[in-house]
C-alpha cells in the first residue's frame, strides 16, 4: 500500500520554463520582470495598495516590524499559538512580546481578550489568520483605532481568503504572505510585505532595497542614489519569482481542487465531531476558507500521539503543529506568567491531516477509515 506523505509540492509544469526564461534575460537578480508580474497580481486581483516580493514570510513580518518603529520599551501583542517568526521579527527590534490566548473554538487570537492586554506601552497588534482563515478583524481594527495601534496581519497561510468579502492582507496597516512549499502558492521559500497604510509606502521600498533610494532611481525619481535608511537584502532572486508566476497562473484550479478536498474531509469526519470524539475547523460566518490545511483536535495529548502512531502504522503521516510560544524555552522566561490555556490545548491536542493537490478522493477515504476505525 502506497505512503501518504503530509505534504507534496504542486507543480503547474510552468516552473523549469519561466525560470530559464529568467535566465536567459540576463537579468536574475531582485526586482525584475517576473517579481514586478506577480506583485502586480496581487496588487490588481486582492486590491493590495502596494506588494513585496521578499526572500521570505519572515522577511516580510522583519520588514513590518521595521516600519513599525518599535524598539526596548515597545509592546507587541501576539498570539501564542503561531509559528515563531510572528514574534520574532519584533523580538530582533528589541520590542516585548504580550501573548494573547487563542479562542475556545479556533487557534486564532481571541479578540475579546485583548483590551486587557494593551497597556500606553503596546505599538502594534500581530493578527494570525491560522489555516487561513480570518481573525474577527472588524473588533480588532476598532480595537487598534481607539488606542491607535498597528495592526500587522500575518497572513502566511491565507492566500485568497476573505474577512466579510475583503481579501485577508487588505485590512490591517501591513500584512505579510508565505509561498513555502507547504503554503497554496509555493516558490519553495518566499514571501510577500503588503503595504495598506500610504504612511509606508516609500519606506517599505527603501528597506526592501538594503536602505537605500535604489528603486527610486531606476524609476528616474532621483538622479542618483544613496544609503538613506536601515535595511536589508530582502527581496528574492527572479528565479524564484519565475517559479511562483507558474504557480499564480493555476491559482483558481489549485483553490478549487483543495478545497473538494476540504469538504470531503469534512463530510467523512463530521460524525465524529458530533459524537464529541474530535473537534473540527469552525469556519465561522465572517470567513471563507482557503483549503489551506485540515486539522481536528482530539481530547488529550495521549488520545493525539496514538492516533498520530496508528496513522504512521497505516503508512500516512500525520502531524502536530505549533508548541505555544510562551512556554517555549527562549520565551517562557521573559513571559508574565499568565495561563493561555486554550493555546495550550490546540499544542496538545491538534493534528493536521494531509492536504495537497495530488491527494485524490480514495486517499482521504483511506485516512478517514483510519480515523474513524481509532475512535470506534
Known amino acids: 500500500m502506497k505512503a501518504i506523505p503530509f505534504n507534496k509540492p504542486y507543480l503547474s509544469g510552468r516552473e523549469p520554463e519561466y525560470m530559464c526564461e529568467a535566465v536567459r534575460s540576463g537579468k536574475i537578480s531582485g526586482n525584475g520582470d517576473f517579481t514586478k508580474r506577480c506583485q502586480r497580481f496581487f496588487e490588481e486581483r ?196 519565475a517559479f511562483l508566476w507558474a504557480q499564480l497562473e493555476c491559482l483558481d484550479r489549485i483553490q478549487e481542487k483543495r478545497k473538494q478536498l476540504w469538504n470531503q474531509y469534512h463530510g467523512l469526519l463530521a460524525p465524529l465531531a458530533e459524537k464529541g470524539c474530535v473537534m473540527l475547523p469552525d469556519i465561522p460566518g465572517y470567513a471563507t476558507n482557503n483549503a489551506h490545511m485540515f486539522y481536528l483536535v482530539c481530547r488529550s495529548i495521549k488520545e493525539r500521539t496514538a492516533l498520530i502512531g496508528r496513522l504512521k502504522e497505516a503508512g500516512i503521516l500525520a502531524v502536530f503543529h505549533y508548541l505555544s510560544l510562551h512556554s517555549s524555552p527562549y520565551y517562557a522566561p521573559r513571559h508574565d506568567g499568565r495561563s493561555l490555556p486554550n493555546c495550550d490545548r490546540f499544542a496538545d491536542c491538534l493534528v493536521r491531516l494531509p492536504m495537497y493537490y495530488e491527494l485524490l478522493p480514495e486517499d482521504i477515504d483511506r485516512i478517514c477509515r483510519v480515523i474513524l476505525d481509532f475512535f470506534h
Not at 482563515?133 to 497561510?157: F, I, N, S, T, W
Open 46 to 241: 486582492y486590491g493590495f495598495r502596494k506588494c513585496l516580493l521578499t526572500t521570505s514570510c519572515t522577511d516580510a513580518l522583519e520588514m513590518a516590524a521595521i516600519l513599525s518603529d518599535v524598539g526596548p520599551g515597545d509592546e507587541v501583542i501576539v498570539p501564542s499559538y503561531t509559528f515563531v517568526s510572528s514574534a520574532l521579527a519584533f523580538v530582533r527590534q528589541g520590542a516585548k512580546i504580550v501573548f494573547a490566548d487563542s479562542c475556545p473554538d479556533n487557534p486564532n487570537l481571541d479578540v475579546s481578550q485583548l483590551e486587557a492586554l494593551i497597556t500606553p506601552r503596546t505599538r502594534v497588534i500581530v493578527a494570525v489568520h491560522y489555516a487561513g482563515v480570518a481573525c474577527d478583524m472588524d473588533p480588532l481594527m476598532e480595537l487598534a483605532r481607539r488606542h491607535g495601534l498597528l495592526v500587522v496581519e500575518d497572513a502566511a497561510q491565507a492566500v485568497d481568503a476573505c474577512y466579510k468579502g475583503r481579501p485577508l492582507g487588505s485590512i490591517g496597516h501591513l500584512a505579510a504572505f508565505s509561498f513555502h512549499e507547504t503554503k497554496n502558492v509555493i516558490a519553495g521559500e518566499g514571501g510577500m510585505l503588503v503595504v495598506n497604510d500610504e504612511r509606508f509606502l516609500r519606506r517599505s521600498e527603501i528597506i526592501w532595497e538594503k536602505g537605500t533610494n535604489r528603486a527610486e532611481f531606476f524609476r528616474g525619481e532621483v538622479n542618483k542614489y544613496g544609503w538613506v535608511d536601515t535595511g536589508s537584502s530582502f527581496l528574492p532572486s527572479e528565479i524564484t519569482s
